[in-house]
């Protein structure tokens, strides 16, 4: 199946459900990827700061607990702009450090922009860049026997559901070696007005990042959706630590599909939920690496505690 096709099945699964939604792995397009760069410069999106700080101000204590006695890789899913990622590499490639960074990105302009900058201002990093999703991407890995740091940042696990996170993990397992590592972001439980402002932004970029789902819709299988017939609600519950994201149709509606030959049929209010952001305690973290069968060597964590880069061994 091509990628557009799967693209047209899931949205066609999404929105004939009887809750209707779309998945966020959809948000990062080439645009979306650009709408995320504005979201990341948001004074209210804490998390960015908070990674660049441990990765800026604690690359070092990382780097220590890694125990690699020959070259090895690191792995990089989902890297977008790697600016926080490099605070990292500079560190080893500093200490002349023999390793190769393979940065894996859904988008292609993302991969070409970061492997610009990484030469700009690292020039003596090994970079070999991946362009599509990670799965297809990890057998590849896993069958190459390099020691590797894989390396999960930005608090991307926040959007997978317990079940998926469960999976996703085994299949981070399958492509890692006793003694390879996993650092994973996973955003904190905080004030919740803190995290509510972040995913609700004053001027509607976040919104924006959302309404990008259905302009994508209309773009690549020939939607008619009105965009602006959409709001955008985002709601946190700080009970669960779920943030969870929404775009409202705002008239009862249709909308047709040419790619697929479909219509949904919207009422007013009704909902297609786009995102869930968790939020963890270090608890709860905890109980995730040993339910996947990960020892945790450390938990990173910025001066607020409001973010950490968890590192994990087999
Ligand atoms: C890229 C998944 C970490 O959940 O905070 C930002 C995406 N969504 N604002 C997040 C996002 C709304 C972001 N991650």
Redesign the pocket.
């Known amino acids: 199946m091509t990628d557009l096709q799967t693209f047209a099945r899931d949205i066609h699964k999404g929105l004939s459900a009887p809750q209707k939604h779309i998945s966020?792995k959809y948000?990062y397009d080439d645009i979306g990827s650009g709408i995320?760069q504005d979201?990341m410069k948001m004074p209210e999106?804490y998390?960015t700061p908070c990674e660049f700080e441990i990765l800026s101000l604690q690359g070092e204590n990382i780097i220590q607990k890694l125990a690699f006695n020959k070259p090895f890789q690191i792995v990089e899913f989902?890297a977008?702009d790697g600016i926080k990622t490099r605070q990292l590499l500079k560190k080893l490639v500093e200490r002349q450090v023999d390793f190769t960074y393979v940065p894996i990105d859904i988008s292609s302009k993302a991969i070409e922009e970061l492997t610009a900058n990484m030469h700009a201002h690292l020039p003596g990093l090994k970079i070999s860049p991946m362009i599509g999703n990670y799965f297809s991407m990890m057998e590849e890995l896993a069958a190459s026997g390099v020691p590797s740091l894989l390396l999960f940042l930005?608090?991307?696990i926040?959007?997978y559901e317990a079940h998926e996170v469960n999976s996703l993990l085994a299949d981070f397992r399958k492509c890692m070696n006793p003694g390879d590592y996993l650092l994973t972001?996973f955003?904190l439980q905080k004030n919740p007005a803190t995290v509510r402002c972040?995913?609700d932004d004053p001027k509607g970029i976040?919104k924006a990042?959302?309404i990008n789902l259905l302009h994508r819709i209309n773009r690549e299988l020939g939607g008619s959706f009105k965009t602006n017939q959409f709001d955008f609600y985002?709601h946190y519950n700080p009970v669960n630590g779920e943030?969870r994201?929404y775009l409202v149709s705002l008239v009862p509606q249709k909308v047709h599909v040419r790619h697929t030959d479909k219509c949904y049929d919207f009422d007013r209010n009704e909902l297609i939920w786009t995102?869930l952001?968790k939020k963890y305690t270090l608890s709860e973290i905890e109980e995730v690496a040993a339910a996947n069968g990960f020892r945790v060597v450390e938990h990173f964590q910025d001066c607020k505690a409001y973010f950490t880069d968890s590192l994990w061994t087999l």
């Open positions: 966020s948000f995320f979201i999106y998390p989902g977008g930005g608090g991307n926040g959007n972001g955003d972040a995913y976040t990042f959302n985002s943030v994201s995102e952001s």
